[in-house]
């Protein structure tokens, strides 16, 4: 599939760091309105940029266009592609407000076009190995889940120094301004539909509880820096998610099932560690140690062991080029589902953007779960 790029930012760089694992993907060029940030990515990654948005847009060898450009634009921008007859690929979410994700759907169903969106984790072998298990009926049927989206308090380190290979300053400014739910949930979101399927209700709250991150943003337009949701799922399942730049870094998942339990170590590792405790089965020998040793000694040890055993994967790492720790994301997995949907294999189109909408709306319901009351009836299904 031949695609071109429209945003060259921080983000961009880890599709070009993870483009050499789909050799299925041509790259036909960049644009960005920024000049100075487009010469300099075109420079670094050796890339074609075009003059103008307008000049992409006309190019009849590309087929998709991957929107990589803030929150506030992806709505326009992938309006105008899919009015240009290209496919999108659009980074999460699909835009500010649900209406205007849900017009992007229609219009890429009735042009016939494909609209997919970020994040792309959930085609990660660390998922597949995941859901098999379940499938497999490792833990039984799953009733329970944690999910942690928490990446720290990144406003108390040198967050403005953080620049990306290519030279993109980390936007940090602007993410404390949209929100770290609105910008992180999709990572668990995505595992969770994945697994689970629609969310029918989500219950929580959302708050802001750190207003002074070095950036200059007026109170009154600080985007939340937590949020704790229930989500529950068709069946009965339900989750907890937490998101926010408050807790320790955390990026687990939990799934409690009527025979056992998995956890996956780290949502935004391709080949995450994924350890399986079944009922009945012998503790692990490093868990034994510990349980003799905190006997002897009256008292438990400072140590967080992973439950279970460590499943194995069935093979060697077949993606070998991802992001420097700690996002080791396939980013450019998306868009080879995309091109696999196009080619008449792996998801259908309606798919792929009835979940990027699924995911659009449950992000913007939990990044702002207080103006919902702290309660939000899910209106999208898969």
């Not at 599939?1 to 921080?10: E, H, L, V």
């Not at 970020?118 to 039984?140: Q, Y």
């Not at 979101?189 to 070095?214: N, V």
């Not at 949907?341 to 992000?363: F, I, P, Y």
Request: charged share 20%; aromatic share 8%; with cysteine.
């Amino acid at each position: 599939m031949r695609f071109a790029i429209i945003g060259t930012g921080f983000v961009a760089d880890y599709y070009m760091t993870t483009l050499a694992n789909h050799p299925g993907l041509d790259l036909a060029g960049v644009w960005d309105v920024d000049q100075a940030r487009l010469g300099q990515f075109r420079a670094h990654w050796d890339a074609t940029a075009y003059a103008a948005q307008d000049a992409m847009l006309a190019d009849e060898t590309v087929e998709a266009v991957a929107v990589l450009t803030g929150p506030e634009s992806h709505f326009e921008i992938a309006m105008a592609a899919l009015a240009a007859g290209k496919h999108v690929y659009c980074e999460k979410p699909l835009a500010m407000r649900f209406e205007d994700a849900q017009a992007l759907v229609q219009t890429a169903h009735e042009a016939g076009l494909v609209l997919a969106g970020a994040p792309a984790n959930a085609c990660s072998d660390a998922f597949a190995l995941t859901r098999a298990a379940l499938e497999r009926g490792a833990i039984g049927a799953p009733k329970l889940v944690y999910a942690e989206m928490e990446d720290g308090p990144v406003f108390r380190q040198n967050w403005r120094q953080w620049r990306s290979v290519s030279g993109a300053p980390w936007p940090g400014a602007h993410e404390f301004r949209i929100g770290c739910t609105l910008e992180h949930a999709g990572y668990a979101l995505t595992w969770l539909i994945g697994l689970l399927g629609p969310i029918r209700t989500i219950t929580g709250q959302s708050g802001t509880f750190f207003a002074d991150k070095g950036a200059q943003i007026p109170a009154g337009e600080m985007a939340p820096d937590f949020s704790c949701a229930l989500l529950t799922f068709d069946h009965g399942v339900m989750a907890r998610l937490t998101t926010g730049l408050c807790a320790p870094r955390d990026r687990a998942m939990t799934i409690m099932g009527e025979t056992g339990t998995l956890t996956v170590a780290d949502l935004w590792d391709n080949r995450s560690a994924v350890h399986l405790e079944a009922a009945g089965e012998t503790p692990a020998l490093g868990h034994r140690i510990a349980r003799r040793l905190e006997a002897r000694l009256g008292r438990a040890l400072p140590l967080r062991l992973p439950a279970g055993r460590k499943l194995r994967y069935a093979d060697r790492p077949a993606r070998t080029h991802l992001p420097a720790y700690p996002s080791q994301i396939d980013f450019c997995a998306g868009l080879a589902a995309m091109a696999d949907c196009l080619a008449g294999r792996g998801k259908a189109r309606e798919r792929l953007a009835a979940e990027a909408l699924h995911v659009t709306e449950a992000a913007l319901a939990l990044n702002r779960l207080s103006d919902h009351g702290g309660r939000y009836t899910m209106v999208s299904a898969l």
